[in-house]
């Protein structure tokens, strides 16, 4: 069975500087997608990030970029010139081409100081 | 684009009262997800539907919790009778398929006393 691990249940930032969120995976499988979702108060989950597994290339969004290490199995996501708006739950996720089901992790608490 | 509609935001029942949730999923989604987070874990899935047929319903405690999306479209999510480690919140999720973003709901916060 596929599994998702966060291991920090909480990180700080200053405001425009970088953090970095670890997200670590184990499956059997070879054609999956991961994700990085945002979960503010308002408990709505937003798609911050996704990447293909078949694709080496890291993938990016304006502020948020991703260092996919396919053999080890990590999923890192880095947020730069952090904004006090990035404050929020982050959740690392696993889709398997297979199934398509989502399987989380326990998320990040990410707190931004000003 | 509307995104997907949950109701109710907040619902508070005694054990062993029943109730249920209901979602409408962006107009055109086929892939329904329903998942159920416990506080400070992630979401859980509960039942994935393609159209109104059920994909995956392993998760699903069936004695007491069943789900349905009639007509492919709409879908309620019902616990009967709840349980006071039911107290979580319920989130509803819809994609254009099985393999892209899944679009979330606002979820409903169960509170079960």
């Known amino acids: 069975a596929q599994t998702v691990t966060q291991s920090q249940p909480e990180m700080s930032v200053q405001e425009a500087e970088t953090v970095t969120l670890s997200c670590t995976y184990d499956?059997?499988?070879?054609?999956?997608?991961l994700f990085w979702y945002k979960q503010p108060p308002s408990r709505q989950m937003i798609l911050v990030i996704r990447q293909e597994a078949y694709k080496q290339q890291n993938a990016t969004e304006n502020r948020f970029s991703v260092n996919f290490q396919k053999a080890a199995k990590s999923f890192s996501l880095k947020i730069s010139d952090s904004q006090l708006g990035d404050a929020a739950m982050y959740f690392c996720?696993?889709?398997?081409?297979?199934?398509?089901?989502?399987?989380f992790g326990t998320g990040t608490r990410l707190k931004v100081l000003a | 684009e509307a995104g997907v509609a949950q109701s109710p935001r907040y619902k508070i029942i005694e054990k062993r009262q029943s109730v249920a949730f209901w979602c409408n999923p962006i107009?055109?989604?086929?892939?329904l997800y329903w998942y159920q987070q416990i506080l400070g874990q992630g979401p859980k899935l509960l039942i994935q539907?393609?159209?109104?047929?059920?994909?995956?319903d392993s998760q699903l405690p069936k004695d007491r919790f069943s789900a349905e999306r009639l007509k492919g479209v709409d879908s309620t999510l019902k616990i009967q009778p709840a349980k006071l480690e039911d107290s979580a919140v319920y989130l509803c999720?819809?994609?254009?398929?099985?393999?892209?973003?899944?679009?979330f709901g606002q979820g409903t916060r169960l509170t079960v006393v």
């Open positions: 107009s055109g989604h086929a892939t």
């Open positions: 999720a819809s994609s254009t398929d099985m393999n892209t973003e899944a679009f």
């Open positions: 539907f393609q159209n109104n047929g059920v994909v995956d």
């Open positions: 996720a696993y889709s398997s081409s297979g199934t398509y089901k989502y399987i």
């Open positions: 499956t059997s499988e070879s054609d999956y997608y």
